[in-house]
């Protein structure tokens, strides 16, 4: 919850009933509650274990779904960009080498790739514990040295990471 206070402004708020199934952040659930406030412009709070997203009321008979999910996804991006670097700078360490430059994008049934000696991580790696998120950003860097999965890949990866096969299934699993 630390990382969520952080990266968002906190502060109390009086929220509706309306909710949402629990949202992942760094491998902890969170509960999603929505909240309309005579507001501009919509913002997100944490209070203990839940997100509210407060609202502009003009908003509440409109597709909260959408909106919602919107946020969620704003939010995502905004730990990606501290988590992320986090990851690339302490892999950098670990290994010796960096990609000539990577993105934060979210893309379909993956949570990384490398390509042209550029990396891009899927936002919504942060669903995932900080040691997931470390693999994740990790794969990607052996893929600078070995392009495909090739057993000198996985030999390159259980270097650094003897466990790997857990990530690989937790990953496999989420998708």
Known sequence: MNMVKKMIKVKSVETSTLERHPVPVLGIDYR???????IKVAEVDVEKATIIISLPNKYKKGNNKAILDLAIDK???QIAKVEIERAMEKTR????????DYEIKKMTRVFGKCENRKITINPEVVKFDRDTIDYVVLHQY???KYKT???????????????YGT???KLLESL
Do not use: Q, T, W
């Open 32 to 38: 999603v509650k929505i909240a309309y406030k005579n």
């Open 75 to 77: 939010m995502y991006e």
């Open 93 to 100: 360490i670990m290994l010796g080498f960096a990609p000539e």
């Open 142 to 144: 052996c893929h600078l």
């Open 149 to 163: 999965h090739a057993p000198s890949f996985f030999k390159l990866v259980r270097k650094y990471e003897p466990d």
């Open 167 to 169: 990530y690989e299934s």
